[in-house]
C-alpha cells in the first residue's frame, strides 16, 4: 500500500508514521508537510530512511494532485490545531484545515483514492460538569473556537464529497491527545517542560476544565483499525473513558515531580474556554473491536514526562518564543 500522511512532521502524525513503520513493512509511507512552527522534521528522524519526505503546502492544488495519484490512501492529519492561536489569528486555520481539506478531497475524487480524515472531538462543543452524557457519532455540531469551527467545516466538506461524489472517505474524532512529540504549547507538554524548566505549572481560569485524555498510540491504533475494516462514509468517535480535570493533570505532574501540591499558578482563561469533553466510544469498540492499550493515565503521565526529560534537544528550540507568545496574553 503507498500511503501518503499529511502533517507527518507533526505529534499526531510522526507517532502515526513511526507506528505505520514498525507495525506495517509493506507500507510505503509518503509524508506531506508544510513544516510550519507545528511541524519538525527532527520528529521523524528516527524513520527518515524508511519513508519519503515532501515539503509543501496542503493547499498546493498541483502538488497535492500529483502526490495523490501516486497513492492508494491518504490519511489526512495536516491542520492548524492549537485553540489559542486561532483567537489571536483565525486566517491560517481556515486557510489550511478548510480550503487544505477540499484540496484534498478534489485530488481523491479525481484519482478515486481512499482518505481518512482526521478530526477533533471538540466539533461537538463542550458538556456540563454533571451531565451524564458524552459525545456520540450523533451528536450535534456546535463549535466554539475559530479552530474548532474550522475542523467542523472539513468535517461538513467530507461528508458532502463522500455523498455527492462517492468519495471513499472516514472519518474519526478524537479526545486530547497526549504522548511524544507534543508541541510545548500544548498543557501537558507546556506544564512538564515548565516544571523541568524550574517554572511553577500554569492553569486557565479555575482549572475546573474537563478534558477526555488518550495516549496518542492508541488513537493511531483506532486510526488504523478504521482504515482496515471502518465503513465508507462513516464517523468514528475515538476515546478511552480518560476524563480528567486540569487541576488533577497539574496535581499529578507537581507529584511525579516531588513539589507541593500548591506549587502551580492560576493565569488568564481562554475567552470561550469549553468546558468538558467526554467521548463514548461505543461505535469504534462495537463495530471494529478496537480498545486502548494505555488504561492508567497516571503511568502514561509518568512515561511522558520521562520522554521529555529525555529529549530535551527535541522541544528546547521552541520553548522560549512559546513562553513569549503566552505573556502577551497573560498565559
Ligand atoms: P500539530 O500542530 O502537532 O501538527 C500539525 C502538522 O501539520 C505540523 O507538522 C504542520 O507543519 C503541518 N501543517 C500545518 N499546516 C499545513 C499545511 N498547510 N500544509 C501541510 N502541512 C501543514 O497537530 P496534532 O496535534 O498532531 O494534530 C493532528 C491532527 O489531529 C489535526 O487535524 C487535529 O485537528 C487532530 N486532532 C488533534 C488532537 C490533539 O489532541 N492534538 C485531538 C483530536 C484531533
Ligand atoms: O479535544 C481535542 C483537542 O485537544 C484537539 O482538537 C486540539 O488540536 C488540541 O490542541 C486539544 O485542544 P485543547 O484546547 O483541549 O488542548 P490544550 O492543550 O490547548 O489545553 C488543554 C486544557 O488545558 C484546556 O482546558 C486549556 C488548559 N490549559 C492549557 C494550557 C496551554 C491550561 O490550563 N494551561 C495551559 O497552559
Redesign the pocket.
Known amino acids: 500500500m503507498r500511503l501518503l500522511v499529511?502533517?507527518?512532521?507533526?505529534?499526531?502524525?510522526?507517532n502515526f508514521v513511526h507506528q505505520t513503520v514498525a507495525d506495517r513493512p509493506d507500507v510505503q509511507v509518503t509524508v506531506?508537510?508544510?513544516?510550519?512552527y507545528?511541524?519538525?522534521r527532527a520528529s521523524l528522524a528516527p524513520v527518515a530512511d524508511r519513508i519519503d519526505f515532501v515539503h509543501?503546502?496542503?493547499?498546493d492544488a498541483a502538488l497535492v494532485d500529483r502526490l495523490v495519484a501516486g497513492s492508494d490512501a491518504v490519511v489526512?492529519?495536516?491542520?492548524?490545531?492549537?485553540n489559542d492561536n486561532s483567537l489571536t489569528d483565525p486566517w491560517?486555520f481556515v486557510?489550511?484545515?478548510i480550503v487544505?481539506t477540499v484540496t484534498l478531497l478534489q485530488a481523491v475524487r479525481a484519482h478515486d483514492v481512499r482518505y481518512h480524515h482526521?478530526?477533533?472531538?471538540e466539533v461537538y462543543g463542550d458538556l456540563a460538569l454533571d451531565d451524564p452524557d458524552r459525545f456520540t457519532e450523533t451528536t450535534a455540531y456546535n463549535p466554539s473556537s475559530p479552530y474548532s469551527a474550522s475542523?467542523a467545516s472539513s468535517d461538513m466538506l467530507v461528508r458532502a464529497w463522500a455523498r455527492s461524489y462517492g468519495v471513499r472517505a472516514t472519518l474519526s474524532?478524537?479526545?486530547?491527545?497526549y504522548g511524544p512529540y507534543?508541541?510545548v504549547e500544548?498543557f501537558i507538554p507546556r506544564q512538564i517542560t515548565n516544571l523541568l524548566d524550574g517554572v511553577r505549572p500554569k492553569l486557565y481560569g479555575q482549572g475546573r476544565n474537563v478534558r477526555d485524555w488518550i495516549h496518542v498510540d492508541d488513537?493511531n491504533r483506532a486510526v488504523w483499525t478504521i482504515l482496515d475494516r471502518g465503513r465508507l462514509g462513516q464517523t468514528y468517535l475515538i476515546g478511552a473513558d480518560g476524563e480528567v480535570d486540569n487541576r488533577t493533570v497539574v496535581a499529578m505532574l507537581l507529584e511525579i515531580f516531588g513539589h507541593d501540591p500548591q506549587d502551580f499558578d492560576f493565569v488568564a482563561d481562554r475567552p470561550g474556554h469549553d468546558l468538558r469533553y467526554a467521548i463514548d466510544s461505543t461505535l469504534l469498540r462495537t463495530e471494529l473491536g478496537w480498545q486502548p492499550t494505555y488504561r492508567d493515565f497516571r503511568t502514561g503521565l509518568e512515561a511522558t514526562v520521562a520522554w521529555y526529560r529525555d529529549h530535551e534537544h527535541w522541544w528546547r528550540p521552541t520553548k522560549s518564543a512559546t513562553e513569549a507568545g503566552y505573556a502577551r496574553t497573560g498565559q
Open positions: 499529511t502533517g507527518g512532521a507533526g505529534f499526531i502524525g510522526a506531506l508537510d508544510a513544516l510550519t507545528a511541524g519538525n509543501g503546502d496542503v493547499t489526512h492529519f495536516a491542520a492548524e490545531s492549537h491560517p486557510h489550511t484545515n487544505g482526521i478530526s477533533t472531538d475542523k474524532n478524537c479526545s486530547n491527545n507534543q508541541h500544548k488513537h
